[in-house]
């Protein structure tokens, strides 16, 4: 167990919907990432996030967006899903951006 | 970041020292060389991680060779759990501090 919890763990929905998917840290990271894994793709970063503010930005579509709330957890917003938008997404934290990361167990998001 | 390779598969025996290799020659000074695995769908888990002097915890041994160009994992006791898909990753210490996962060495314990 890293330490990591994100909710849901699984997710279905149909092609132009909007879900959330949050995630809580570790206890004092501050640092928060997200990535997602598709069969295709592999293991992608998509965002971080350093005590409130964006600090980071990869592979993200515009249709997604994510924050990052004064208590430190965050949340992933998915927008206008399609079907490619399948995948495993998984949350990361880290106490500084330097640090390692540990992963959280993720949530399989499954768009039909 | 640099880029590694890695062998996409390999078979370990179970009980016996797992050695993955990791090939980084394109390293920079200020960059680290991380492993991880992810163990089918699970979050990918942290191992280890070193600069240039070899490491060692409870999981694991990384061995980085004096030119940096490439390093070595050591399972000291493989057992089946250790059956996953490891990841090298080279990461520098500041400003991008994604992980930059490739396609991974696919390891497999075999009885």
């Known amino acids: 167990d890293s330490g990591v919890t994100q909710t849901p763990k699984h997710l279905i929905t149909a092609t132009g919907q909007r879900v959330t998917l949050r995630c809580s840290p570790r206890s004092g990271d501050l640092s928060v990432y997200w990535y997602q894994q598709s069969l295709d793709q592999g293991l992608q970063f998509l965002i971080q996030y350093y005590n409130g503010e964006e600090r980071a930005k990869g592979n993200i579509l515009e249709r997604f967006s994510a924050q990052q709330f004064p208590d430190l957890h965050s949340e992933l917003n998915l927008s206008s899903l399609e079907l490619g938008d399948s995948a495993l997404y998984f949350c990361?934290?880290?106490?500084?951006?330097?640090?390692?990361?540990?992963f959280g167990p993720g949530t399989r998001l499954t768009v039909t | 970041d640099a880029k590694t390779t890695q062998p996409p598969s390999m078979d370990c025996a179970e009980g016996r020292a797992a050695n993955l290799p990791c090939n980084h020659s394109t390293i920079s000074g200020n960059e680290y060389v991380y492993w991880y695995r992810q163990i089918h769908s699970q979050g990918p888990q942290y191992i280890i991680h070193?600069?240039?002097n070899n490491e060692t915890n409870e999981m694991a041994s990384l061995i980085i060779t004096e030119d940096r160009k490439s390093s070595t994992l050591i399972l000291p006791h493989a057992t089946l759990r250790d059956t996953a898909v490891y990841y090298c990753i080279v990461r520098a210490d500041y400003g991008n501090n994604r992980l930059a996962f490739g396609k991974g060495n696919q390891v497999v314990v075999i009885p």
């Open positions: 070193g600069l240039k």
């Open positions: 990361a934290s880290s106490v500084d951006p330097s640090y390692e990361q540990y």
